[in-house]
């Protein structure tokens, strides 16, 4: 979802030959699948740019899918009714938000487990609000997650930061960018495998 003065090209062309403007209230869903590459370039007359990006990990079902990319216009709705096996996430962009009964400010994520049938959000203010709302069903399953790489294992990670670093065919080239590639930063060795939540970092 963006907003600007002008508008926010996400991405203008991509590795599956996508280009696409992303102007306010808009939104661009790319799967990236077993691996993609884009460019995200604003328009010249461009003064102010105002979104949200989000990650969103493939199970492990999904995970080596073909890439995709698709465009959605803004479409607005009351009808708050949701899926009794979902888990929701609220994200505030401005305004004030009240999420079954918790005060979300700008920045801040709220958190809504499976086994309810309704959200209700309330804006406590006189002031418009503004925010995105997830939903889906628990992912269940632990991944990885350094810089732009999503894996099940530290060395799921590190191959495809190789592969990356050279440009092999399985994230595609992006054609008619002008700009340097973009290259992944170095990777670190991983904690202690005694860790409850390995992480790695850049």
């Given amino acids: 979802m963006s907003d600007s003065r002008d508008s926010w090209p996400l991405p203008p062309t991509g590795s599956i030959s996508s280009h696409a403007f992303v102007r306010p209230g808009e939104l661009n869903l790319m799967t990236s699948g077993h691996g993609i590459n884009h460019s995200e370039v604003s328009t010249i007359r461009t003064t102010v740019l105002h979104g949200v990006q989000l990650w969103v990990a493939l199970t492990e079902q999904h995970r080596h899918t073909a890439r995709d990319y698709q465009h959605y216009e803004p479409g607005a709705t009351t009808a708050l009714a949701i899926s009794a096996f979902f888990e929701h996430g609220l994200l505030v962009d401005s305004g004030e938000v009240e999420m079954a009964g918790t005060l979300l400010r700008p920045a801040e994520l709220g958190h809504l487990g499976p086994g309810n049938e309704t959200l209700t959000l309330t804006n406590t203010t006189d002031t418009a609000a503004r925010m995105v709302l997830l939903g ?67």
């Fill in 136 to 202: 889906g069903t628990p992912f269940g399953e632990q991944i990885v997650m350094w810089w732009n790489f999503i894996g099940r294992s530290h060395e799921e990670i590190v191959q495809a930061r190789d592969e990356c670093q050279q440009a092999s065919d399985r994230f595609g080239t992006v054609e008619g960018y002008d700009g340097d590639r973009l290259p992944p930063p170095p990777c670190r060795t991983p904690p202690s495998p005694r860790a409850k939540t390995p992480q790695l970092r850049p």
